[in-house]
């Protein structure tokens, strides 16, 4: 998936209220936060290569 439409994705999750898992485990144990926060640590990250 590229980038862009993931960013985009994740606009949707936040609009209905879906949060997201990070770095999930194979239990799915993960780091859970709200789709925004995690479109925007992406993009963060992101910055760097631009």
Same mark, same amino acid.
């Given at each position: 998936?590229?980038?862009?439409?993931?960013? $985009?994705?994740?606009?949707?999750?936040?609009?209905q209220?879906?949060?997201?898992?990070?770095?999930?485990?194979? $239990?799915?144990?993960?780091?859970?936060?709200?789709a925004?926060?995690?479109?925007n640590?992406?993009?963060?990250?992101?910055?760097?290569?631009?």
């Open positions: 998936m590229p980038v862009e439409e993931f960013l $985009s994705w994740l606009d949707e999750l936040q609009t209220n879906i949060h997201v898992a990070a770095f999930p485990t194979e $239990s799915l144990q993960g780091i859970v936060v709200e925004h926060e995690m479109k640590h992406l993009l963060h990250e992101l910055e760097q290569y631009q």
